[in-house]
């Protein structure tokens, strides 16, 4: 069992940079990989990032790619979404989530979820 916690939702202008975190508790937080979606008003859940349980591998969605970064410290139990040059359409909420499977962009592979963070980016 794995609980996660995402916190650092916030209000942001456009262009700026901001970090989100996600805390889990649970001794087998590193043998997850972790995931970031995200869900914007009347919009379906979208893949953002992933990284392998190592922090060896790392994805990201299109739309995020060379903006956003994803890590993780398996000594703090915590996983992390560095976000660059952000758009008013990155404007959502914000969820980790933890799985076992490979194929990180979708999200029925997941079997923990947070609660989701608000991240609100201002034109």
């Known amino acids: 069992q794995v609980q996660l916690v995402e916190s650092g939702g916030g209000l942001v202008q456009a262009g700026g940079s901001h970090r989100l975190s996600c805390a889990a508790s649970?001794?087998?937080?590193?043998?997850?990989?972790m995931g970031w979606f995200r869900q914007a008003p009347g919009k379906e859940r979208e893949f953002v990032a992933a990284?392998?349980?190592?922090?060896?591998?790392?994805l990201y969605a299109d739309s995020v790619k060379g903006r956003f970064s994803i890590s993780r410290d398996n000594a703090k139990n915590t996983v992390y979404l560095q976000m660059n040059s952000l758009k008013p359409e990155d404007t959502a909420v914000y969820y980790c989530?933890?799985?076992?499977?490979?194929?990180?962009?979708?999200?029925?592979?997941?079997?923990?979820w947070g609660q989701g963070t608000q991240v609100t980016v201002s034109s």
């Open positions: 990284i392998s349980w190592s922090g060896g591998s790392t």
């Open positions: 649970g001794r087998t937080f590193s043998s997850y990989a």
């Open positions: 989530a933890a799985t076992n499977y490979m194929n990180y962009p979708s999200r029925l592979n997941y079997d923990y």
